[in-house]
Every structure is written in C-alpha cells, then in structure tokens.
C-alpha cells in the first residue's frame, strides 16, 4: 500500500514540473531581436513661417522613430529667442506623452523680429533639436534700406575700381561655405571632402575652436538635404578628439547636397552651412 501511495506522489510532482516548464517560455520576458527598432530618432517642426507682433502660435514637434510614430518621450522642451538673442531665450516644456507622435506648446510672439524655434527632444536613448524660424511683423526692413544705401555706394565705387573689384570676386568665388553672422570668438574648419558617391559612407567632420582653443563637449549635429528637397535628415555628431566632431552618412541620391552644422551649448547657437557634391 505505501509503494502504491508512493508512485502516485511520485507521478504527481512529474506530471506538475512538466506543466510548469512547458509554460516557461511564455513568461521569459524574452525580446526578438527584430522587435527592436534600430531606426535614428528623428523630429520634424511644425510652425508657420510669419506672424504679427502679438500672435499666439501653436508650435508642434512630430516625433518618429523609422516608420514608428514616438509618445513615449522622456522629455520635449521648445526653446524660443530672438535671433542673435539666445542668451534671453525661453523654455516651454511640453506635455507627455505624445499625441501620434506630436507633441506641442503655444507661445505669444511680442516683438517685431526674426524668432528662432527649437525644440529639445529626449526619447528612448537619444536627443535631437532641429531649429525653425519665424518672421513677426517685417523687422529686416530697416536691415534692407541699409543695405540698399550700400549698394549704390558699392555700385559708385566699382565705377572707380572696378578692376580691384574683380580680382576680389574672383579670389572668393569659390568657397563652398557660408558662415552667416559667425561668432568672431568661434572658428570651424571642415574637414569633410567635397565630393560623394552615392550609397558610400561618409565621414563628416568639423573641427571647432572657441577663443582659440578646442571646444569640447558641446553639441553637434549636421542637418543634410539634397538641394530643392523639403526633406532634411538631422545627424547627431560624435566628439572623437577634442574639438574634433565626426558623423557618418550615407547619400542616397546625387545632386548638390546642403550640410547645415548646428553647434550648442549654454554659451552659443551657431550654424554654418556647407555644399557637399554627391556622383
């Protein structure tokens, strides 16, 4: 009779550690790796390009991940100054989670000036902070007749020089840069080749001074389009060395590329913007 009860309890805890090790691997927590989406963080901004002194505007970043629409944010701050006046810029944070990968704040838009618009976005590892720009009310006309008076003294003076003119035009045609309004303190020098071939890897590099010494740890990305393309891909860069920033892209098309250089930290927001020939 015991040998009887014994196989019967035997049998029992067999029969119960099957049934837990065949229900095992539904409730490992186990991820496919193919689940995983390795796709870059990207963020697209919404604003309207003018408004008039006093307008309260509705600014939205939409946020994606590959094809993949991202809520799940840890953090979208819009940071909002008048060009050239960063250092007075204001930060709006806005709500979470997303709403189909969009996620907005209004702001009221006071002063007759050139805004720049940029949103900090923080989502599943990575940041990425594309800059926009409104036009309020018309504050470059005074910045306009400026330059038409000196047009026409410019125009006055190539009549008496007109062939010192020339020779200056011809030793700076060939840049393939613009620096814009440039800190005088801030120097960049690219490193980056002129020319590309579709489907290859490129190296983008920049090297950055502040005050003639290496400027480290700031922020860096290159903002890349195909000329005539509303579509722009934001690349966060890599300090490699100090001062020394590096990217790698890969062209799709080729044509005339555009390569904005974005460059942040608590001090400056600069931008320069390079022309990169893609066969």
């Known amino acids: 009779m015991r040998k009887i009860v014994l196989s019967i309890i035997v049998i029992s805890f067999i029969a119960v550690m099957s049934a837990c090790g065949e229900s095992e691997p539904e409730n490992s927590g186990a991820t496919n790796v193919n689940d995983i989406n390795l796709d870059p963080l990207a963020a697209e901004l919404n604003i309207p390009e003018s408004a008039e002194p006093g307008d309260e505007l509705d600014l939205q970043a939409y946020v994606t991940q590959g094809e993949e629409v991202v809520d799940d944010a840890s953090e979208v701050i819009f940071e909002v100054w008048i060009d050239s006046e960063k250092s007075d810029s204001v930060m709006i944070e806005a709500d979470l989670p997303g709403e189909e ?4 704040v209004s702001h009221e838009f006071t002063e007759e000036a050139v805004y720049m618009v940029q949103p900090h976005v923080t989502a599943r590892g990575s940041h990425v902070m594309p ?8 504050p470059v006309q005074e910045e306009t007749e400026g330059e038409e008076s000196n ?12 062939h010192n003119d020339a020779n200056q035009d011809h030793d700076h045609g060939d840049h393939s840069h613009d620096h814009g309004h440039l ?9 980056t080749n002129e020319s590309a071939s579709v489907e290859e890897e490129v190296s983008l590099q ?33 300090e490699v060395e100090d001062g020394l920033y590096e990217a790698v892209h890969e062209f799709e098309e080729p044509g005339e590329h555009h390569i904005m250089v974005h460059l942040e930290d608590d001090e400056i927001h600069e931008h320069v913007q390079y022309l990169l020939e893609v066969e």
């Open 101 to 104: 990968g969009i996620y907005e």
């Open 183 to 191: 800190h005088e303190s801030l120097s960049l020098d690219w490193k």
């Open 151 to 162: 047009d026409h003294n410019h125009n006055h003076n190539e009549d008496n020089h007109g």
């Open 131 to 138: 800059v926009g720009e409104i036009i309020v009310g018309d």
């Open 206 to 238: 920049v090297e950055v001074e502040w005050e003639e010494a290496s400027w480290v740890n700031g922020e860096v990305q290159f903002e890349v389009w195909k000329h005539g393309d509303d579509r722009h891909q934001w690349i966060s860069a890599e």
